[in-house]
């Protein structure tokens, strides 16, 4: 059982008791300290273990392989150490391993703690409504097998779930649960005697109060934390305890009393050497002194914490500090220096949001690595199994040279069946595998689109309405945001209704409403839409169409395949340049080509696009005016042409020009 128990420890420290109890948005600073009662509980279990960092994937694969449940049970044991190296997706299948052999095996203090630790590791990947089943299934069981420690840190568990959905669904009855367990979990330390688990069941019944905003409740158990610190004369304890009490007064506003504590904890921060801990409390010192009115304080300190986060490449603990410079120069009237912390904010934010995004792809890649991980085992297994009967049936046919044969036979056609299933799984894989990698990037692009041509304008939007609310703004100041603003938010329309459309293709069985339609008209609603582009290039667009130009398509489809040939013909046009649209009638198919004297397209840009195999979108290159884009318009385009049994293709030659011919039945 010792390896059972150090993986218990282990996601006590890093999948339960840490992100379970303490998630908390209002500081980066609040989420690091508050849970650090338990958190030194399960750093000294840490150290003890002597853990390795090594991969978990093969280490499982090979252990589950093991018939025998006792031995399956121990080699699954053995690698409790190894899992602090692993991922979210390793650790699930593991957790899932062990608690499926300790059923087998009917090991109920085993089984108590492998739901416990599944409950975490589903809290971690945003699975609410699975962790809170295995969470109640460690409740139920080790209330009626009577096991303490169990039972305690099953309540805890539970508790830290029920904040975590109340928190985010806004459900005080949620946070009540919260509370009701956290309670629980507090009698049975007193009634067993297991003191050691107070200071930081005592710490998430203060923080679920903070996150009901009753901050006098809070306190009061912030203030049980500190005794019991102080009692146990544990440094590290005690400084999460002051910083903790002191972010709980700010939050009352009691804010002399809350720079006291905090000038406590970084005297204690100081003295043991731990300067990330300082630079966290440092940034809610300049909060408080923002709150407080210290507005000079409250700079330096900012200033001079950001340089020191710079340097130590922490960018999330930077999110604060931006928000706080942005509020206080707008607060002083300093509206350039507030607008560069905002936009250094929304940067800021991309930046992280990319990278979680990374972190989910990886986390696709490796579960479908495990799928064809599994699928290899499970024909590997079939392999052996087949040889070890081959070898049986040969053994007994040994005496008869006619069976021999005939049963070599009977195997050699079986060897080529399932060398033959082999492969055909094989390519299956690999042609899953390859439509994965397609579908990841597209949604890449997608991503990419939406976390900056959509969210940037609304964000700029935000910023902007702010410092119209500070009625300071210069006119020549004013024209000049509003324009920019207008430019950028109707190239966000554009964006978005070909991010509607590629939705609706994509995520349901699209049929068009085949039908003959006016391409004359479709082309003259699309001119008069890129008028203000039009007008400020002072560009002459001429319309060649002959009234009666007619073809079989879908009109909404059609419409979107014109603006958007129209939109990048005027993103890509010079000043002063010629836009060009004419048709002509060839074997029943109208060809209509939309021709500019714009910058023109690279061979390679070419190439890709009229390859038959274009099914993500292209890289987009800024306009003449700078103009950004996705690249999911051309995308959209191929598809719907196809969709539609047309033709599309591209004409081009750098610096002179671009010509898109459309296809279609004529009408």
């Known amino acids: 059982m010792a390896g059972l128990i150090r993986v218990f420890e282990r996601f006590y420290l890093f999948q339960v008791i840490l992100a379970t109890l303490y998630s908390q948005p209002q500081s980066t600073a609040f989420q690091m300290n508050c849970f650090y009662p338990l958190a030194l509980l399960a750093i000294t279990l840490l150290v003890n273990t002597n853990m390795q960092a090594t991969p978990l994937d093969s280490a499982v694969h090979t252990a589950m392989a093991i018939k025998e449940p006792n031995q399956r049970y121990q080699a699954l044991d053995k690698l409790g150490d190894q899992i602090i190296a692993a991922t979210n997706n390793q650790i699930i299948a593991y957790d899932k391993a062990l608690l499926d052999v300790s059923i087998m095996l009917h090991k109920d203090t085993a ?6 630790n599944l409950a975490g590791d589903y809290k971690n990947t945003g699975q609410y409504d699975l962790a809170l089943r295995a969470s109640l299934k460690a409740v139920t069981m080790a209330e009626n097998l009577h ?37 629980k979990a507090m009698a049975a330390c007193k ?56 972010i709980s007064l700010k939050n009352n506003k009691d804010f002399e009393e809350a720079l006291y504590y905090y000038g406590l904890a970084g005297k204690i921060s100081d003295s043991l050497g731990d300067s990330f801990t300082r630079l966290v409390l440092n940034v809610n010192i300049a909060n408080l002194y923002f709150e407080m009115g210290k507005l000079t304080a409250a700079e330096r300190l900012g200033l001079t914490t950001l340089k020191e986060l710079e340097l130590q490449q922490l960018d999330e603990e930077k999110i604060d500090l931006y928000n706080l410079l942005h509020k206080l120069y707008r607060k002083q009237k300093r509206y350039e220096d507030a607008l560069h912390y905002s ?63 005939a049963l070599t036979y009977i195997n050699q056609r079986r060897t080529k069946k399932l060398n033959k299933q082999i492969t055909v799984q094989q390519t299956a894989l690999i042609e899953q595998k390859q439509e994965l990698q397609r579908v990841n990037d597209i949604k890449d692009h997608l991503f990419s689109a939406i ?104 009109i909404d489809m059609i419409g979107l395949i014109f603006r958007n040939l129209l939109s990048n013909a005027v993103k890509y046009s010079h000043d002063g340049g010629s836009i060009t649209i004419a048709d002509s009638i060839h074997d029943g198919f109208l060809y209509t080509t939309i021709t500019d004297e714009g910058i023109g ?10 390859s038959p195999i274009m099914q993500q979108p292209m890289n987009s290159s800024l306009g003449t005016h700078h103009e950004k884009g996705s690249g999911l318009g051309l995308m959209l385009c191929r598809i719907f042409i196809k969709v539609m049994q047309g033709q599309m293709l591209v004409e081009s030659t750098a610096g002179k020009g671009t010509s898109f011919t459309i296809v279609l039945s004529a009408a």
């Not at 089984?111 to 416990?116: A, F, L, Q, R």
């Not at 809070?218 to 004369?233: C, D, H, M, P, W």
């Open 191 to 246: 009634t067993y005697e297991l003191h050691f688990y107070e200071p930081g069941i005592l710490g998430a019944i203060a923080n679920i109060y903070d996150v009901k905003k009753l901050h006098t409740k809070a306190i009061t158990f912030y203030r049980q934390v500190v005794e019991l610190s102080i009692k146990n004369g544990n440094k590290q304890q005690l400084e999460s305890s002051y910083t903790n009490l002191g």
């Open 111 to 116: 089984v108590i703690g492998s739901y416990v």
């Open 147 to 183: 096991i303490p420690k169990r039972m305690i840190e099953a309540y805890i568990i539970t508790a830290g779930i029920y904040q975590m959905t109340g928190q985010i669904a806004n459900s005080d009855k949620d946070l009540d649960e919260a509370l009701g367990y956290a309670g």
């Open 601 to 610: 397209m690279q061979p390679a840009a070419i190439a890709f696009f009229n």
């Open 343 to 405: 936009d250094a904010l929304l940067l800021l934010k991309d930046s992280l949001f990319n990278k979680e995004k990374a972190a989910r792809i990886v986390d696709m890649q490796e579960k479908y690595q495990s799928e064809v991980k599994d699928e290899q085992i499970a024909n590997q297994t079939a392999t052996i199994s087949f040889a070890q009967k081959q070898n049986t049936y040969m053994w007994l046919g040994i005496g008869a040279l006619a069976g021999i044969g």
């Open 451 to 554: 976390s900056h041509d959509l969210r940037s304008p609304l964000n700029s939007l935000t910023s902007f309405t702010v410092l119209l609310d500070d009625a300071q703004l210069p006119p020549e100041t004013l024209h000049a945001y509003v324009t920019e603003l207008k430019h950028t938010l109707g190239r966000t329309t554009g964006l978005l209704e070909n991010l509607l459309h590629f939705a609706r293709t994509q995520l349901q069985a699209y049929h068009p409403t085949m039908q003959p339609v006016n391409i004359s008209d479709i082309v003259d609603e699309a001119i008069q839409l890129m008028q203000p582009g039009i007008r400020k290039k002072e560009l002459k667009v001429t319309n060649k169409l002959s009234p009666d130009s007619r073809a079989v398509a879908d």
